[in-house]
């Protein structure tokens, strides 16, 4: 989020990582860390509905995540040079903790239920139930190593 505020440019290399962490710094400034917050936790909410593409992202969450995100690219970007930054620097637990916080912008598929029907063409043999990536109350992830 802080990247894509700054004006790291988006279709260079990544600086260096004292120029990267000074990106961060001027993007968390220009956005403030409330605003930040709200972003991230959008951004997690439409990529994790949007992940595999198993379950729908309503029109109006996708056109809200566009208007906050209009360079498609510089968000790629972005995100791959967060990603080597935290390569460097590594990641507090508070900051993984935030990281993986996530909210809808919007109405969610699962109205808040954590489950969600996807319905193909009325097609039992098509059709599935699955735990909302965003709002099930089990972890959808297990991580390797602990
Ligand atoms: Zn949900």
Known sequence: MALYASDMPTRRRYGSK????AWVVQGVERLGRRELTRR???FNGQFLLALGGLVPVPAPVQARHDERF???????????????????????????KRNAAA???GQCPCEDTGRMFIDIDGDPDLSYEVDCPVHASTPQFVRAGR
Do not use: H, I, N, W
């Not at 209009?70 to 900051?95: C, E, H, I, N």
């Open 18 to 21: 004292e120029q990267v962490r």
């Open 40 to 42: 991230a936790l959008f």
């Open 70 to 96: 209009p360079d498609a690219y510089r968000l790629t970007v972005a995100g791959q040079a967060t990603a080597t930054s935290v390569l460097f620097d590594g990641m507090s637990k508070a900051a993984m």
């Open 103 to 105: 909210k809808v912008d």
